[in-house]
Structure formats: structure tokens, C-alpha cells
């Protein structure tokens, strides 16, 4: 791939990007001992009054960016706010409009584009590719067998001198970690997904997504001195996201990446730049003594919006002010002097912009979905695969009616083709998969734009999935719900964004009258509010939904119940993804609950009930705290799940102020649960905790954990 712009392993000594993998995920980055290296520049890229433009128009202006060696940078934006044009600006691909970007001449820059071009022609094995990457290693290894071929054939006098120039050779080698050279790319292409022993394949042989994640391993074995990701999780299932995210967290070198990933800003992130408006603001995520992560870069911006808009106000009214001196006074001859500093005072200033709040929002509505039966989908002794492959081999599984199911595991594990099963789109090799009665499916998945028309409008596109119900819906106002207000619904869909199209396609199954709705990664090239606000709708729909994403905040917002698919079988666990990492990783102290049990036939366990408890142990006052904390989260949720049902109605958007003070309600509504579920949490831990000491001594029985509470 022309990823590994500038690329070579840096000769300072440090340890490298590898991390100990394992399929599972787990386990820290390894590092190398070794003797002392160069240290890299101290700042590793910076930017300076820099403009970006395309076609004419002004993407970005007065971007200041610095980028040092061991900073980690996030970049975040909206679709088509200009992230990825900045990258390709700031690693020299494309010279800057205006302004300067300053990048050291020793500086080794690991550079990953989303549309990389692909190297897997020009290595025969994918363990060549990737251990190419350590570019002064590699020749190192040239040097040195050179060195053993010309003393093989050297005389007393040239041996004695190509000796010595081996013994250096050589020594340097083993400072720089090259003996472990090899290790070190078995570990890290684990850590991305790959099974042991495909060192040796053909990388021509890999899907697009597996090409990509061996230029990403290259990119980790060549140690750069700042590596610039862009999107590095979308071919990434969760098991290799965590590994990634331990790795980029111990990175010496500087790290600046493009991500809608908020769980790999939390993980990783030191500063988070985020682009919106024209421009580019940069917040500090780790401030000794306060929360980091997305949720400091949340707050952050929220305040700094208010002081925007604050000053824009205090703006308005001094100008304002002028404009009626200038207008009251323009034809009084002693006032002339007077009126021309103002009309040039006026000229003068810089109006404060403020990024609209519909610019950070887009909104997701769904219709009620026609009620169906209670058995939704069932399959019994399903086994599938392809081309003689088998996948799934005898999966039982039942999905009930309003059932919210997340669908996790590895990648090619079978996640795919278990929805392709249920929606029709893939025949049962042995077994039966059933629909229940007065059940319509609707299958979103991330090619699902390949079938879009380029030549049409997405208001053409869009009437064309209404099909006969176009002339009773109000076909304009349901798609600017969706984010195609306006000017936005005539462009043609070869035009669009690869997120914008998603939201098309998101919009036409939406719309449609189904009540199974099937998503196959539908966050892929949707920007963070496109996601939030999917979340809402995905929570607040009536319709039974199941979904395959790596995105784990969706998945904990939205899913009831998780099936991880694994080894050929599908395994139902009934609960929250939070509620599953808290079996596999209870907390220290913590009562074990029962293990994540086999496949089920039946998705409708029996609700968890607290257990008997002797009112003597003396933890009712926790107990009634988390009771009451309890009935208040149910009705934050349920109140924000109103309000994101209003958000979707598009009428509400025929009044402006009505449309802000609705978003400001949600999202104080999502704040406000978001608080009291980590209070539940916490309390919920701090009982289980004094309850098994309670057990302990024998005053009384431990008791298993309750689930997550439900509105409605």
C-alpha cells in the first residue's frame, strides 16, 4: 500500500509497536529491551496557519496543529467536514492553500490512508510484507549476508577487516530487537485477527479488509516516529480494536488519527482535534484530576460553544448599536466624520462564528413498525457457509418480538452470514431458518450503497424505495429527517459521501414497512452524531433489530442480548455487552454469576430477580439508594427516548427554536442518564461487594446480579 510514506524503523533504541496478541485480545504491547537510540524530533509535525482547498471552496482556514513525539492526537468531525483532506495535507500528500506545515527532515512518518494502494503484489508471502515495514532491519539483514558471502571467499587481510564490520553490523542488529524481528510480526498480525501460520500465505490471496490490516501490521513493526491512522478500526472486529488500542496507547512515537470510534478516543487519546465550521479546535482529554476521554472533549466543547455564543450575542448588540448610530445620523453634516470611522470600524470586524447545532446533528426516524408475532426468527440445526466452507455448522437460535440483539465475534466467524440466513439472502446448506408470522425484513449492510443509482437524486432514490407509498408520504421532509434538507436531497448519488450514502440507505429501509430490521456494520462511514442519533432510534423503535457493528458504544446504547459467533456455533446470552464483560472480567471481589451458557433455543429467560435477603445484614440503606437511583434512571431513559422519537418527526424542524430546544433537552436527557447509570453501576458493584462479605460470614445468602433496568 503507498501507506508507508517515509517509513523505516527508527534507530533510537525504543521499543517497538508490537503487542503480545493472541487471538483473544488479551495481553500488554510487547516491548524490546535495547540500548540507548536516537531520540526523535521533539515535535514530530506541526501546522501553522494553514488553509485547505477543493474545488474553489475554502474547507478549512487557520488550522494550528502540533503534533510531538509520544503525543497521542484524535481528529472527530462530521462527514465531509475535511478530516481526511487534512491528514493528506498535513503528511504532504497535498500542499496547504495557505500557511505552513513544518515536518522534520529525519522525522519516519507511518502514513495509513482508508484508500491506500496495495502492496500484496510485490511480496510472496504476508510475513514478507510485513516484516519489510522495519526498513533498517531489513537492510541490516542484506548487509550482514553480504558480509558472510564476501568472508567466505576473503583472504587473511580483507576477512580480518569485513570481520569487524560484521561484529558491528551484527551488534547493531541485536540492539535494534532484530532477533526478534519475526516474533514480533507473528505477535502483531495475531493481534490484528490473523490465525497462527499465515506468515506464509500469499497476500494476493486476502479479502480488501485483510489487505488492510497486513499494511497496518507493516506500519507497527516499522516503529515510526509518528504514525497518522486514518479510520484504522473499520476492518477491525473487537478483539482486534482492543489489541490495537493497547498497542497505540504505549506507542513512544507520535500518534495522530481520524476516528468516529469514542471508545478508542477514551483509550488513546491525550488531545482530540475536532474539525466542524471551517475550522479546527484542539482540547486538551487529560487534565490531571478530571475525566478524560470523548466525555472531556464533550464538555469541553459544550462550554465553549456557550462562550460562542455568548460573544456572538454581546456582537450582535454592539453592532447593532453602531447600525442605529450610523442610520440616525448619515445626512447630519456635523455627524459625517463620526459615521464614516463607524462604517469603517464596522468593515473592520471579524464576525464570531458559531457551528450551527443542526451542522452537529443528524436525525434518524422510524416508522411504528406492524406488530408480528412473537417468535420473530428461529433457526434450528442451521449449518451454512461457501464455496465448500462451512461457517455455521448446526446453530439453534430464537429471536423474539422487540428483541434489541447485537451480534459479536471475530471476523469471518460467521456474523455476516448469519444475517444473510435470516434475511433471505443465503440458503441453509442442512437445517431450517424460519420467519414468524406478519414478519417483513429489511437488510441494511456496508455495501449496501453499491446498489444505489449514482445518476439519480437521492430524493429519486429515496422515492424509488417508497415505490407506491410515494404519493402518500411527504417524501422531501421525511428525507431532510435523515440529513438531506433542502438542495442536499438533489444531488446526485454519485456525489455523495460514502457516509451520506449510508444514511441514504439507512433512510430507505427505515421508511420501509418492515419489523426486522437486519444492520450489517451500518456505522461504517457514519460520523459520530450520525451514530448517536441511530443509537436513539435503534433504542426507541418498536420493531425487533439485529445487528452486527464493532462499534462497542452502539452496541452497549442498543443491544438487550448479545450471540457471540464463534467456532461454527451462535451463543445467546441474555443481557447487556456490560453485563457480559462483567462475567468474562468480574470486578476484584465481586460474586460470580452464572457463565455465559451454550446456544439456547429460547430468547425469553426468565426476568432476574434479586434473591431472598434477611433484613438484618445491614445493607438496606445501599439497597433502597440503589431502588431509588433505579426508578430514576427508567425515567431518564424513558424521557429521552421521547424526545428522540420528537427529534425524528419532521415536522418539528418547520420551527427553528423548537428544533434547538429539543436537541438541548436530549441531550441534557442522555446526559442525565448517562450520570445515573454509572451511579447504578457503582452502586450495584458497591452491593454485590458487601453482600458476598455478608455471605462470607454466613449472615447472609450472596445474591446474583440484577440487569440492566428498562423504560416502558
Not at 482535534?273 to 479546527?280: E, L, S, Y
Request: glycine share 12%; proline share 4%.
Amino acid at each position: 500500500m503507498s501507506c508507508d510514506r517515509s517509513i523505516g524503523v527508527r534507530d533510537d533504541g525504543g521499543a517497538r509497536a508490537g503487542a503480545s496478541p493472541g487471538r483473544s485480545g488479551a495481553g500488554r504491547p510487547a516491548r524490546r529491551a535495547a540500548p540507548a537510540r536516537r531520540v526523535g524530533p521533539l515535535s514530530a509535525l506541526r501546522a501553522a496557519g494553514v488553509a485547505v482547498e477543493v474545488g474553489g471552496r475554502t474547507l478549512l482556514r487557520d488550522v494550528d496543529l502540533s503534533v510531538g513525539v509520544g503525543e497521542r492526537v484524535a481528529i472527530v468531525g462530521g462527514n465531509g467536514t475535511g478530516k481526511t483532506t487534512l491528514l493528506r495535507t498535513l503528511v504532504g500528500e497535498r500542499p496547504p492553500s495557505a500557511g505552513d506545515v513544518h515536518r522534520p527532515r529525519d522525522l519516519r512518518l507511518g502514513w495509513l490512508a482508508q484508500d491506500a494502494a496495495d502492496l500484496a503484489g510485490r511480496f510472496p508471502t504476508l510475513g514478507a510484507l510485513v516484516r519489510d515495514g522495519a526498513t533498517e532491519l531489513v537492510a541490516l539483514e542484506r548487509e550482514l549476508a553480504d558480509l558472510e558471502r564476501r568472508l567466505d571467499a576473503a583472504g587473511e587481510d580483507e576477512a580480518l577487516a569485513l570481520a569487524g564490520r560484521y561484529a558491528d553490523a551484527r551488534e547493531r542488529y541485536g540492539q535494534l530487537g532484530g532477533d526478534a524481528l519475526d516474533a514480533d510480526v507473528a505477535r502483531i498480525l495475531a493481534g490484528l485477527g490473523f490465525a497462527p501460520g499465515e506468515e506464509g500465505r500469499d497476500p494476493t490471496e486476502l479479502s480488501g479488509g485483510w489487505r488492510v490490516r497486513a499494511a497496518l501490521a507493516r506500519l507497527l513493526v516499522s516503529d515510526p516516529d509518528l504514525l497518522v491512522l486514518d479510520e484504522p478500526t473499520n476492518h477491525l472486529d473487537l478483539e482486534s480494536i482492543r489489541w490495537l488500542e493497547a498497542t497505540l496507547a504505549t506507542l513512544r512515537g507520535g500518534l495522530l488519527v481520524v476516528t468516529h470510534d469514542r471508545d478508542l478516543v477514551d483509550a488513546v487519546a491525550h488531545r482530540v482535534a475536532d474539525v466542524a465550521a471551517g475550522t479546527v479546535t484542539v482540547y486538551d482529554v487529560r487534565r490531571p484530576g478530571e475525566d478524560g476521554g470523548f466525555a472531556a472533549f464533550l464538555a469541553q466543547r459544550e462550554e465553549r460553544l456557550a462562550r460562542l455564543h455568548a460573544a456572538r450575542a454581546q456582537q450582535d448588540r454592539m453592532l447593532a448599536e453602531q447600525e442605529r448610530f450610523i442610520e440616525r445620523f448619515r445626512y447630519k453634516a456635523t455627524k459625517a466624520r463620526q459615521v464614516q470611522s463607524r462604517l469603517k470600524a464596522l468593515e473592520r470586524v471579524e464576525r464570531i462564528e458559531v457551528p450551527e447545532a443542526r451542522a452537529l446533528r443528524v436525525r434518524f426516524g422510524f416508522p411504528e413498525p406492524a406488530r408480528a408475532g412473537r417468535t420473530v426468527a428461529e433457526l434450528t440445526g442451521v449449518t451454512a457457509g461457501y464455496d465448500g466452507r462451512t461457517i455455521l455448522d448446526g446453530v439453534d437460535l430464537v429471536v423474539e418480538r422487540g428483541r434489541k440483539v447485537a451480534l459479536v465475534g471475530p471476523n469471518g466467524a460467521g456474523k455476516s452470514t448469519l444475517l444473510r440466513l435470516l434475511g433471505g439472502r443465503l440458503a441453509a446448506r442442512a437445517g431450517e431458518v424460519r420467519l414468524g408470522a406478519a414478519v417483513t425484513a429489511a437488510f441494511v449492510d456496508q455495501h449496501a450503497a453499491d446498489g444505489q443509482d449514482p445518476g439519480r437524486t437521492a430524493l429519486e432514490e429515496f422515492r424509488g424505495a417508497l415505490g407506491e407509498r410515494a404519493g402518500r408520504a411527504d417524501a422531501r421532509s421525511t428525507l431532510a429527517a435523515f440529513g438531506f434538507p433542502g438542495d442536499l436531497a438533489e444531488r446526485r448519488v454519485g456525489v455523495l459521501s460514502g457516509g451520506e450514502r449510508m444514511r441514504l440507505a439507512l433512510a430507505m429501509a427505515m421508511v420501509s414497512p418492515a419489523n426486522l430490521l437486519l444492520l450489517d456494520e451500518p456505522t461504517n462511514h457514519l460520523d459520530m452524531a450520525s451514530r448517536d442519533v441511530l443509537e436513539d432510534a435503534l433504542v426507541a423503535w418498536g420493531g425487533t433489530v439485529v445487528l452486527v457493528t464493532h462499534d462497542r458504544h452502539v452496541v452497549r446504547a442498543v443491544a438487550d442480548a448479545v450471540v457471540e459467533v464463534r467456532d461454527g456455533d451462535a451463543t445467546w446470552f441474555d443481557g447487556t455487552w456490560q453485563e457480559l464483560e462483567a462475567r468474562r472480567n468480574p470486578a476484584p471481589g465481586a460474586g460470580d454469576t452464572a457463565a455465559v451458557g451454550g446456544s439456547r433455543r429460547r430468547s425469553d429467560a426468565p426476568a432476574r430477580r434479586r434473591g431472598s435477603r434477611p433484613s438484618g445484614d445491614g445493607l438496606a440503606p445501599l439497597r433502597r439508594e440503589l431502588a431509588d437511583v433505579e426508578r430514576a434512571l427508567v425515567t431518564a431513559e424513558a424521557e429521552a427516548a421521547d424526545l428522540a422519537r420528537r427529534l425524528g418527526d419532521p415536522g418539528l424542524y418547520e420551527d427553528p427554536d423548537a428544533v434547538a430546544a429539543a436537541i438541548a433537552a436530549h441531550g441534557a436527557a442522555k446526559d442525565t442518564a448517562a450520570g445515573l447509570m454509572r451511579r447504578w453501576e457503582d452502586l450495584g458493584t458497591r452491593l454485590e461487594t458487601a453482600e458476598a462479605e455478608v455471605a462470607a460470614t454466613g449472615a447472609a445468602a450472596p445474591v446474583s446480579r440484577r440487569g440492566r433496568p428498562r423504560s416502558g
